[in-house]
């Protein structure tokens, strides 16, 4: 059965559009683990635009399950996750124009860097995660970079306005996925899930955990975070 990690970026938005304190993070995340989530996912990102330090210190302190931590791969978040000490990082590509991430780490390009990092968080005793688009190759030179998991870019599926282009796109995670177990990867996925296109990609079998934040929240807006995140929770499994 697979797992939800439930990422709370966008009430950390919503708290920043007013600059006030509501609503708050952090007793979001203890809801979302209340309704069944496996995990909070947080993306720290340079600008601050959403999640702020304070938050994720907070998160280390009260969760009772996962604290999973994107990132880009910079000596500044590298310290901070150094401090910290999250469950598990992500590794995600960034740039400060883009409203989201937008795609996978290009692994091949960024080779030397990354080594460096992904060696520095798991000495550091630390999971890490590489989040790359769903091709064969970005998979191989995940594994020779010695990440523990990999995070399946999931935008192409979600964002396909043709079938044959989402089953093309289906095809691509799956068989990413099936490669990365055979290389002894764990398989995470997400970016773009929502509560009609996740049915699918939950038969894939090797994909032992959805990271979903948006669709939930939004969600949450009519129907409350618990009852969102608990019908999500049984969509994956």
Wanted: glycine share 8%; proline share 3%; net charge neutral.
């Amino acid at each position: 059965m697979a797992r939800l990690g439930v990422n709370i970026d966008h009430i950390a938005t919503l708290r920043q559009a007013r600059g006030g304190s509501e609503p708050d993070p952090i007793s979001s995340a203890l809801q979302a683990e209340q309704a069944g989530a496996d995990g909070i996912v947080v993306h720290l990102r340079e600008d601050r635009r959403h999640i702020q330090d304070r938050d994720v210190r907070l998160l280390r302190q009260i969760l009772q399950t996962k604290l999973d931590l994107e990132m880009a791969p910079v000596d500044e978040m590298v310290k901070i996750a150094m401090e910290i000490r999250p469950d598990m990082v992500t590794l995600v590509p960034e740039r400060r124009e883009e409203k989201t991430t937008e795609g996978g780490l290009d692994v091949l390009a960024h080779r030397e860097r990354l080594q460096e990092v992904v060696g520095r968080l798991r000495e550091g005793g630390i999971v890490v995660s590489l989040f790359i688009e769903p091709d064969l190759d970005a998979v191989k030179a995940s594994h020779k970079l010695g990440t523990d998991y990999v995070e399946l870019h999931t935008g192409r599926y979600a964002n396909a306005r043709r079938a044959s282009e989402e089953t093309a796109a289906f095809e691509a995670i799956q068989q990413s996925a099936k490669f990365a177990v055979k290389l002894n990867i764990g398989v995470n996925a997400g970016h773009g899930l929502t509560y009609r296109n996740v049915r699918r990609l939950a038969g894939i079998k090797e994909i032992v955990e959805f990271n979903i934040g948006h669709s939930i929240v939004a969600r949450a807006v009519q129907v409350g975070l618990e009852r969102a995140v608990a019908d999500m929770k049984e969509l994956v499994k």
